[in-house]
């Protein structure tokens, strides 16, 4: 947090300085202009608020004689009133939409001075072209796709702004504070699929607080990938925002939408498509050589979406879809003869570990979580029969011969609606949560019996991981309160905890004995924006 303040006073330090120095009399002009052009639309706004109130009093006074202009102040009085009574959730969202419009006026009015000094022998390319960026000073917990950002707010910056070919698409990343406040926002060219956070090397079995905490000021990248098929990812700077590089897919390939860092942050893994044979690859990029990409190999399977790093630091664990696409396409070309699987794979030379394949050849094995301990969550999106029903939800550790289900209550797995969006899994408590948007809901598991807590409704929920406590190392407070950040398409950025409680029992003979049960609580922060897909913590 120190550095982060460190590193925005010495921007705002370097802006200080840039505006002290004696500008040009262009500059000067243009200054003049602006402030020329603010009076004469605020002038504008006001005359034009005067007509409108006497062309609607003038009617008032036709069907209603009795009409007086006060009225028209009564009623202003009686909003800020109003104003004045809402709740304090509601001033803070109105507090962060200033904040948020002061930042883009102060952007807009640095452009034109910004642009005159810009070196035209500078050939490192320009993503700000077509990314903007607007951040606040404060540190992040997650990141997350938004499907649609206030238009204020995603304005892409370029010079054919005003083309007809180039309309916003309201695309875009947010960074996420503690609060679920929203630190930083990105525009994005198409939409988003998974955001990938580098780690730390060490950080993940360092238990040191403020170690932990430092972290979140260290200078990391996050990995933004397109929704599939796409032919590009992006890198960010997971404190600011900024667009740092822009990775083109090589010839014959598309991305999958996922990818996963080594433990140590130095390799990128990424699920491609051949799209000549359709076969599933897996492609290496150096993240110490701005993300070049060194090698590749196969996924041993079709369509492999999902991917993550084993905890021992040399395994691949692969979600193979089983489903085939071609290019640039969404189509589903086999889902009668689709063959879906788990597999492991080292991450060297991608030599085939293990291969675990599931009952039934149309449960697309999608999305993974791993648990400290090696055990393996799998989202399961079933590509059958409606009325079929198979477990969406299974376990995996290597060495066992097959997939293990957890516990659905009268094994009524349709009530998920046949797809799981994200997988989640806090290991220190042993619970996994698990969202879908078709269902509308989202599911939190205890792993020691393998049984269902709790769901609550959720509309259009997707992205899933851990509560900020858990994230930053913090100690965990509401006695013994623990639980996750559920993201969904209406806004809403969702905090599902769960405590256990003692609950009073009528029975003599177990007067003498404890009883316990996990309750779910859940609070929400709502934004003017529609959160997308998966949501990806900065600490894990």
Request: hydrophobic share 35%; charged share 20%; proline share 4%.
């Amino acid at each position: 947090m120190q550095i982060s303040e460190a590193n925005t006073a010495a921007i705002a330090k370097s802006h200080s300085a840039s505006s002290k120095a004696a500008p040009k009399p262009a500059n000067k002009r243009s200054n003049h202009e602006q402030l020329v052009t603010s009076a004469l639309t605020t002038l504008g706004s006001v005359l034009g608020t005067v007509a409108l109130i006497g062309i609607h009093h003038h009617y008032r006074k036709q069907h209603q004689p009795e009409a007086k202009l006060q009225d028209y102040v009564s009623g202003v009085r009686a909003q800020l009133h109003t104003l004045q009574a809402s709740p304090k959730p509601q001033l803070t969202r109105f507090r962060y939409a200033y904040q948020q419009a002061s930042a883009a006026w102060q952007r807009a009015y640095h452009d034109d001075i910004d642009d005159k000094n810009y070196d035209s022998k500078n050939t490192v390319t320009d993503l700000t072209a077509i990314h903007s960026t607007i951040m606040l000073a404060r540190p992040v917990c997650w990141v997350s796709g938004v499907a649609s950002m206030p238009k204020n707010l995603s304005l892409i910056n370029n010079d054919d702004s005003n083309d007809d070919n180039n309309d916003e698409t309201g695309f875009g990343v947010v960074g996420i504070d503690a609060d679920r406040q929203i630190v930083w926002q990105t525009t994005m060219p198409e939409r988003v699929h998974d955001i990938v956070v580098q780690p730390i090397v060490n950080i993940q079995n360092n238990q040191n607080n403020q170690n932990r905490l430092n972290a979140h000021n260290c200078q990391r990248d996050v990995v933004v990938l397109g929704r599939r098929p796409s032919e590009s990812f992006w890198v960010l700077d997971t404190a600011t925002g900024q667009v740092k590089f822009a990775i083109k897919a090589t010839t014959n390939r598309h991305f999958y939408g996922h990818a996963c860092y080594s433990l140590d942050g130095s390799k990128l893994y990424v699920t491609e498509n051949d799209t000549i044979s359709l076969a599933g690859k897996i492609g290496i990029y150096d993240a110490h050589d701005n993300y070049n990409k060194i090698a590749e190999f196969d996924s041993h399977g079709i369509g492999p979406h999902e991917l993550i790093m084993h905890p021992d630091g040399e395994t691949l664990v692969i979600a193979n879809g089983g489903i085939k696409t071609e290019q640039a396409s969404r189509e589903e070309l086999n889902l009668d003869t689709m063959r879906p699987s788990l597999t492991y794979l080292s991450r060297h030379d991608g030599t085939l570990l293990e291969q675990i394949i599931p009952e039934h050849n149309q449960m697309s094995v999608r999305h993974l979580a791993i648990h400290d301990d090696g055990t393996v969550m799998i989202g399961i999106q079933f590509q059958g029969e409606k009325h079929t029903n198979v477990p969406l939800v299974l376990t995996h550790h290597r060495g066992d011969s097959d997939f293990k289900p957890l516990v659905m209550p009268n094994n009524h797995w349709q009530c998920f609606h046949q797809y799981i969006a994200s997988v989640a899994v806090d290991s220190e408590r042993n619970l996994l949560c698990v969202t879908t948007p078709i269902g509308g809901c989202a599911a939190i598991y205890d792993l020691n019996t393998r049984m269902l807590i709790d769901a609550v409704r959720l509309p259009d929920c997707a992205g899933a991981s851990l509560i900020a406590g858990q994230v930053t190392g913090q100690t965990k407070n509401n006695h013994g309160a623990s639980g996750f950040i559920v993201s969904d398409g209406h806004g809403k950025l969702t905090r599902l905890r769960v405590n256990t409680l003692p609950v009073e029992t009528s029975d003599v003979a177990e007067s003498n004995s404890k009883h316990t049960a996990d309750i779910m609580v859940q609070d929400s922060q709502i934004h003017n924006m529609s959160f997308d897909n998966h949501l990806q913590a900065v600490l894990a």
